[in-house]
């Protein structure tokens, strides 16, 4: 089954409102990082947070191991922010590759 | 500027035709990975590489196979390909040390009729 689940599937945000993104893992969580992607576009690292609490701008991170789950929340969300986020987990052994969720897409409009 | 390139950005191939992806990173990690993503999977791992001459398996290999020639290449190869192999394809790089250091290329959308 699926390893990494991420809730909710989509949102859609007046600008200026708040979010959070939900990602659950059903295995022991060896690390995990949170990505960025805009339509037809490529991935970009946001946060790599195996644990606890961090911050970017207007972002938020907060890792939660032993309860083996992940959230990103969005302040004073901005049309910008609109696109897909995806959260990944280390798999066991393989060169820190990454194990997917299949994301929330955010849309934020004026 | 390190990157992480990868062509054709787009290619149409013929079912039982042979096709290949090239990836080049200018990053000097060691870590390359082949990922397909489709629409209610996410981002599955193909293939992967700790570096020039290696290949690992991911967790989907079946009618993949990829080649490491050197620290900056990683190629991903469809012998025989399927209509089941359209997706996107991304290429990534890594240093295997964490902290954000994964860069992934633009992708790659194949269509195979």
């Known amino acids: 089954g699926q390893q990494v689940q991420q809730s909710p599937t989509s949102l859609v945000l007046q600008e200026g409102e708040n979010a959070e993104l939900q990602c659950n893992f059903s295995?022991?969580?060896?690390?995990m990082q949170w990505f960025y992607q805009r339509p037809g576009g490529s991935l970009i690292s946001v946060f790599y947070n195996p644990s606890g609490t961090k911050q970017s701008g207007r972002l938020t991170s907060t890792t939660v191991i032993k309860e083996r789950r992940s959230s990103l929340h969005i302040s004073s969300s901005q049309i910008t922010d609109s696109g897909t986020y995806l959260c990944a987990m280390e798999r066991g052994q393989g060169g820190r590759a990454l194990i997917f969720g299949t994301g929330t897409t955010v849309s934020v409009s004026p | 500027e390190a990157a992480v390139t990868q062509s054709p950005r787009n290619k149409v191939a013929v079912t039982g035709g042979k096709v290949t992806l090239s990836c080049n990173q200018t990053?000097?990690?060691?870590?390359m990975y082949w990922y397909r993503q489709d629409t209610g999977h996410g981002l599955r791992l193909i293939h992967y590489?700790?570096?020039?001459?290696?290949?690992e398996k991911g967790d989907i290999p079946d009618g993949y196979k990829a080649s490491r020639p050197s620290q900056e290449n990683f190629s991903l190869i469809l012998e025989l390909a399927t209509p089941s192999q359209t997706s996107v394809y991304f290429c990534?790089?890594?240093?295997?040390?964490?902290?954000?250091?994964?860069?992934f290329g633009s992708g790659t959308r194949l269509l195979v009729i």
């Open positions: 990534a790089s890594g240093d295997g040390t964490g902290d954000s250091d994964y860069t």
């Open positions: 990053n000097n990690h060691n870590n």
């Open positions: 590489s700790y570096g020039a001459g290696s290949t």
């Open positions: 295995t022991s969580l060896n690390s």
